[in-house]
């Protein structure tokens, strides 16, 4: 059982470039977020799944978009990339509203 | 004034003492109440979870909910230089059930 995962675990990019944060879940949840995390900010949500086939903004979504392409996986994409995106990311699953959320090791991302 | 608050800290206590973390709430409705511990470089991991009011003990931790005031505490008895982290408090809001984080209360533990 591999839990969250996470790809990449780092990745560098120039201001305007795109790319794709790519999450997955093997525990069978119903459920999965996309939180960035900067220093003195806490974590913050960009977006959420409640369920294959919906997703809906959280705290923090300008500048990003979301796939939920099944069950099992929910990828976070940066269509035009600006310093201000310079982060953490976390994604994170549970299966129901009260239940444990699980989150994958992170993503380090640097836009420069 | 923001959902969830934490005091950020540092707080630090010496070997053995017992470590006090604060979380107050503003969404009277809340259900259900989480504890987190993040080490430095590493993804957040569940310590506790509670949902009644009172006490809920695991080892050395404690999770107290008062939801008449609208706080929620954890307290780390023994305290190690490993328990040395961040603990984020989290909230699951009534919009949504979307989990709402505190910014994290920064512990060490001095040996």
């Known amino acids: 059982n591999a839990g969250v995962t996470q790809t990449p675990k780092f990745q560098v990019l120039k201001t305007g470039q795109s790319m794709t944060l790519q999450c997955a879940q093997d525990m069978n949840h119903n459920s999965m977020y996309w939180y960035r995390q900067d220093p003195g900010m806490g974590l913050r949500l960009i977006y959420y799944?409640?369920?294959?086939?919906?997703?809906d903004k959280g705290e923090v979504p300008n500048g990003y978009n979301v796939s939920r392409l099944n069950k099992r996986e929910f990828s976070l994409r940066l269509e035009s990339a600006a310093p201000s995106q310079t982060s953490v990311y976390f994604c994170?699953?549970?299966?129901?509203?009260?239940?444990?959320?699980?989150f994958g090791p992170g993503t380090r991302l640097l836009v420069l | 004034q923001k959902e969830v608050e934490q005091n950020s800290g540092p707080l630090s206590v010496p070997e053995g003492a017992i470590a006090s973390l604060n979380c107050t709430y503003s969404?009277?409705?809340?259900?259900?109440f989480f504890w987190y511990r993040q080490y430095s470089g590493k993804s957040p991991e569940l310590i506790m979870f509670?949902?009644?009011?009172g006490d809920k003990e695991d080892g050395r931790f404690t999770a107290q909910l008062n939801k008449a005031s609208q706080y929620v505490s954890l307290l780390i008895r023994d305290s190690q230089p490993s328990d040395s982290a961040t603990y984020l408090c989290?909230?699951?809001?009534?919009?949504?059930?979307?989990?709402?984080f505190g910014q994290g209360t920064e512990l060490s533990v001095k040996p």
């Open positions: 989290a909230v699951v809001g009534n919009q949504g059930g979307k989990l709402i």
């Open positions: 509670i949902y009644s009011n």
């Open positions: 994170a699953s549970r299966q129901g509203a009260q239940e444990t959320q699980y």
């Open positions: 799944s409640a369920s294959e086939g919906t997703t």
């Open positions: 969404d009277r409705g809340s259900q259900s």
